[in-house]
């Protein structure tokens, strides 16, 4: 009787948390700061939780992709999707095979990176916006250097992923793509690319928990259109707070789970 109600509780808080990771996901992003622990506790193992949220929370990033690929560089989409491609498989691979109590500890601090990246985003962005806001001419790029800027992140984000468009834009930026749009776009571009191939490598390899999956993909669709509908009414520095106090509120609990 007790165990069944644990059981119940335990769903209820998978569809609590993918709902507002949904919501979240559409106003400010942040939303794996809650729908990854939910996954931990239902009782899914650390790398078949991160594996199985990261499926999940995917088609709401292709939704992305489709609305921003007008502001997209093409002249920088080859090098973009070759990084996202080899670094979300590599990311994915190792991830794979982390020993589930390394990971676990990894967890708070993976958790800690992730929200103060997150953090800093928000004077980033603004200055980035400033800079855009100033005509400039398109700048030449070297293709190939931004390919070997971007893999690491993005074998970050097939690894874990919080936090990691927030550096695909800052490199971007320093290598001189001006326009906010852009940066915006091809961020999306490099997540939802990098998720794709660390999807694609799950799934193969018989990683993902379906019946969570498909409970916490379901339901973060409906937070994220549900949060799109207000995203424009909220303040964005009142939600980034919320974020980043979520973040640290989660990995501070990790930190003691884990007794650090």
Sequence with gaps: MVSGIITHWRYAWLVAASSIAGVMNA?????????FPAMLGVGVLPI???????????????????ALHGDMRK???PAICIASALGGVSGAVILLHTHQM????????????????????????????????IPHAERKISPLLVFLALLPICFYIGYFGAGGGFLVMTV??????EEMHTL????VLAACLSNLSAVLTFVLTGAIVWHYCIVSMLFAGTGGY?????????????LRAIVVITGCLVASYFFWRNGL
């Excluded at 078949?48 to 992709?65: F, Y």
């Excluded at 990894?106 to 928000?122: D, K, N, V, Y």
């Excluded at 971007?172 to 793509?177: E, I, Q, T």
């Design 75 to 77: 002249d920088l989409l």
């Design 27 to 35: 106003m400010a992003g942040g939303g794996s700061f809650l729908s």
């Design 172 to 177: 971007l930026a320093l290598f001189g793509v």
């Design 102 to 133: 390394t990971f676990l500890h990894l967890i708070p601090w993976l958790l800690l990176g992730a929200t103060i990246l997150f953090g800093l985003s928000g004077p980033v962005s603004r200055w980035m916006r400033q800079r855009s806001a």
């Design 48 to 66: 078949q939780a991160n594996a199985t949220n990261t499926v999940a929370l995917w088609p709401g990033q292709l939704t992305s992709v489709a």
């Design 226 to 238: 549900i949060g799109a509908q207000y995203a424009r009414r909220m303040n964005p520095n009142v």
């Design 184 to 187: 915006n776009s091809m961020k």
